[in-house]
C-alpha cells in the first residue's frame, strides 16, 4: 500500500529549517525533498538541482505560465516555486515528501495539499534569531536584515496555524531535529509509534 506522506518544514529566514530538513533526510531513506525553483543567485557552496533549480526570471515565468507550480511566491525580491511533476514521481514510488519553505508558500501548498503536515520551526527569542541571521547574511546591510526581521514578525504571529511547533534553542539545535523527526515518523509509521510520547518542543 502506498503510505507516501507530504511534509512541510516552515519558518523565518534564520531559523535553522534547512539544517533541520537535512538532517531529516539522512534519516529517513523514504522520505525526499522537493527542491524549489528559484530566481535567486546561488550563494557559495549551493548546487544546483540540489540546493535548488536556479533558473532565469524568464523560465520562471513560463513555468508559470504552463501551470508547472503547485505554488509560486516572491519573497525579499526573489521568486521561488515547487512543481507538480517532482512531487508526483515521489508519490508514484510511495517515497514521502519534504517542503522546506517560507509560511506564504507554505499556506497556498496547504490549500491544494490538504493532507500534508505542517511543522512550524521557531527560534527561541527574537534576539537569538536576528543574530543567526546577521551572522548568515554577513554581506547583507542593516536595512536588508531588519526587513528580514519585520518578516519573521509577521510569520510568527502566524505560527499556531501548523499543525505543530517547535522551537530551535540556541545551542540545542540536535534537540529540534529529534523533536521534528519523532513527529515525522508519527506520521511515517503510526504503528510503531503507538502509545509513544511526542515531543513538540525542543
Known sequence: MNNAQIFIVMGPSGVGKTVIGHALLRRFKRLKKIVTYTTRTPRPNEVNNVDYH?????????????????????????SYGSAWADLNELQ????????IIDIQGAKI????????????????????????????????????????MQTARREL????????????????????????AQLIKGHMYPRQMRGRTVVLKA
Not at 509560486?72 to 525580491?77: D, E, L, N, P, Q
Not at 505542517?118 to 536595512?143: G, M, P, V
Not at 504571529?157 to 540545542?172: D, E, F, P, S
Open 54 to 78: 536556479f533558473v532565469s526570471p524568464t523560465e520562471f515565468t513560463q513555468k508559470i505560465q504552463r501551470g508547472d507550480f503547485i505554488e509560486h511566491a516572491t519573497v525579499h525580491g526573489d
Open 92 to 99: 508514484a514510488q510511495g517515497i514521502s515528501a519534504l517542503f
Open 109 to 148: 501548498l496547504k490549500k491544494k495539499l490538504r493532507r500534508a503536515v505542517t511543522i512550524f520551526i521557531e527560534a527561541d527569542t527574537l534576539d537569538a534569531l536576528r543574530a543567526r541571521i546577521s551572522r548568515r547574511r554577513s554581506n547583507e546591510t542593516l536595512e536588508q536584515i531588519e526587513r528580514r
Open 157 to 180: 504571529a502566524q505560527k499556531n496555524w501548523a499543525n505543530h511547533l517547535v522551537i530551535n534553542r540556541q545551542g540545542h539545535r540536535q534537540e529540534a531535529i529529534q523533536a521534528v
